[in-house]
């Protein structure tokens, strides 16, 4: 393309040479894309194969789920200004800390957030219903020798079929290039195999869907 820019100009064919240029930029912008989804697919994996990157510690889940529903909604307004949801909190005042890896949690806390703001904003774009609002609710229990997290939307939820999935790693229900199908993946594993805990999902389509994680408190 550079060469045909360069004989373009060359020969003084503006309109040509500016034409090629565009689709020089449109390419380079393409390469990028694809060389950042690269990069976080090898990241993801490279976590896979880590496991656990800390120590457990004593941690006050509420402050940390707290903490990255707000990352996730300041990144998620930092990529697109229309994005906006609402958010409910619900935290249970009488959870005492707990040990995790906190580190590793609150990669599970920003992994099915991102998700829930992601499926209940694509709702609003798509809904030809002006009432409709996005909404997004987190919650802790205090249960007996366990601690249950519930994070939940109002998007347009998923199928049976893909339910099964959900977890498998390389899965996604986004677009080619939106997603790398690793973030759930890893999150079962840091929920079940590092902190012996359990991860399910619960999904209506068109209305919900509900993520549930249960940790132990010792």
Do not use: W
């Not at 800390?54 to 996730?72: C, F, H, M, P, R």
């Not at 890893?186 to 209305?207: A, F, M, P, Q, W």
């Amino acid at each position: 393309l550079l060469d045909e820019m360069k004989t373009e100009l060359q020969n003084d064919n503006k309109e040509e040479a500016i034409a090629i240029a565009n689709d020089l930029k449109q390419n380079l912008e393409k390469i990028n894309q694809h060389g950042k989804r690269a990069d976080s697919i090898v990241k993801g994996m490279l976590l896979h194969s880590r496991g656990s990157s800390g120590e457990k510690s004593l941690t006050d889940i509420n402050d940390l789920l707290d903490q990255y529903v707000n990352l996730a909604y300041h990144g998620m307004r930092a990529q697109n200004k229309e994005f906006n949801i609402t958010i409910e909190k619900h935290y249970d005042k009488t959870l005492e800390k707990i040990n995790v890896v906190p580190q590793d949690i609150s990669r599970v806390f920003l992994n099915i957030v991102n998700n829930a703001c992601y499926a209940a904003f694509k709702k609003k774009k798509g809904s030809t219903d002006n009432n409709f609002s996005p909404t997004l609710r987190v919650s802790t229990i205090n249960l007996n020798g366990k601690v249950e997290i519930r994070i939940s939307d109002n998007g347009n939820g998923i199928s049976g079929s893909d339910l099964d999935k959900i977890f498998q790693p390389f899965f996604t229900t986004k677009p080619t290039g939106e997603g790398t199908g690793l973030g759930l993946s890893l999150s079962y594993d840091i929920v079940t195999k590092v902190h012996n805990g359990k991860l399910k999902v619960e999904s209506e389509v068109g209305r919900h869907t509900e993520f549930i994680i249960t940790l132990p408190k010792s």
